[in-house]
């Protein structure tokens, strides 16, 4: 038997980790970019201390444009770390402008399927991702998906050095999801958790975990539909969130 993982080099769960993220952002380095999602005024918290030299925030689907800018506006702030904080739209936005900001070329350059698909010519900056949905497992994987108007097509920039050097998965921040959120996203993780686990590229270490992801999401996604409130509920979601990410850098998906 062989393989390797590719996984963060730190990985914190926990009710209240995230208030980790100003201590653990320092030690990566001294201006931070924050990429959040569109709602201010549920990231003011983070903003405060963090004291970022940027801001940038994302509602829908991460485009192509708002890579450029984002990467653009982490390079003029003189970033060398990025925090991102918000749903998967955030997470890979924010990896996205780590990727770009570190690199010389545009993000055409980079895409796979409708860009040239070139690797990156150097790593990205290091990133600190604070998942606040329980769905994509953005903060464990190694690519961020973006949208590309010109062609309707969304597409991965892709590379080792684009896993978060550091996921702070805090089952608090996904407590103000809405409902609606909340069901997609938790459908995403399931559907994250089955599609490794029957991935011709599968392992026993990612079948281990996508079973007990799966159980996991499979009791706490009804409690959730009930009782949104539910902080036992919503720690299962993001730990069945994590193994997915884990598990879909690692064996695939469908």
């Given amino acids: 038997m062989e393989f390797g993982i590719t996984t963060n080099q730190r990985i914190v769960f926990g009710i209240g980790v995230a208030r980790q993220a100003a201590s653990i ?31 940038f925030r994302v509602s829908g689907e991460p485009s192509v444009e708002q ?18 904080c918000g749903g998967g739209s955030a997470l890979d936005l924010g990896k996205a ?3 770009l900001a570190a690199n010389s070329g545009d993000v055409m ?32 994987t ?21 896993t978060p050097a550091v996921a702070l998965v805090d089952p608090e921040l996904t407590l103000t999801a809405p409902h609606d959120v909340t069901a997609s996203t938790g459908l995403d993780a399931l559907t994250q958790l089955i599609e490794p686990f029957v991935s011709v ?22 409690r959730l539909f009930r009782d949104g ?5 919503r720690t299962m979601m993001s730990l ?15």
């Fill in 25 to 55: 952002a320092s030690g990566l380095g001294r201006r931070v970019f924050l990429v959040t999602g569109g709602h201010a005024e549920r990231y003011g918290w983070l903003e405060r201390e963090l004291a970022p030299g940027a801001v």
């Fill in 67 to 84: 890579a450029r800018q984002a990467s653009q506006a982490a390079r003029d702030c003189g970033a060398d770390v990025v925090v991102a």
């Fill in 97 to 99: 402008a780590a990727a």
């Fill in 109 to 140: 350059d980079y895409l796979e399927v409708v860009g040239r698909g070139q690797a990156l010519e150097r790593a990205a900056l290091p990133v600190v991702a604070l998942p606040a949905t329980a769905g994509t497992g953005s903060e464990a």
């Fill in 142 to 162: 190694r690519n961020a998906v973006l949208y590309d108007a010109g062609t309707r097509v969304k597409a991965s920039l892709r590379h080792e050095s684009m």
């Fill in 201 to 222: 590229k599968s392992k026993t270490w990612t079948d281990t975990l996508c079973a007990e992801g799966i159980h996991l999401a499979a009791e706490a996604l009804p």
């Fill in 229 to 233: 409130s539910d902080i036992e509920a």
């Fill in 240 to 254: 069945a969130s994590l193994f997915g990410g884990i598990c879909l850098a690692n064996a695939g998906l469908g």
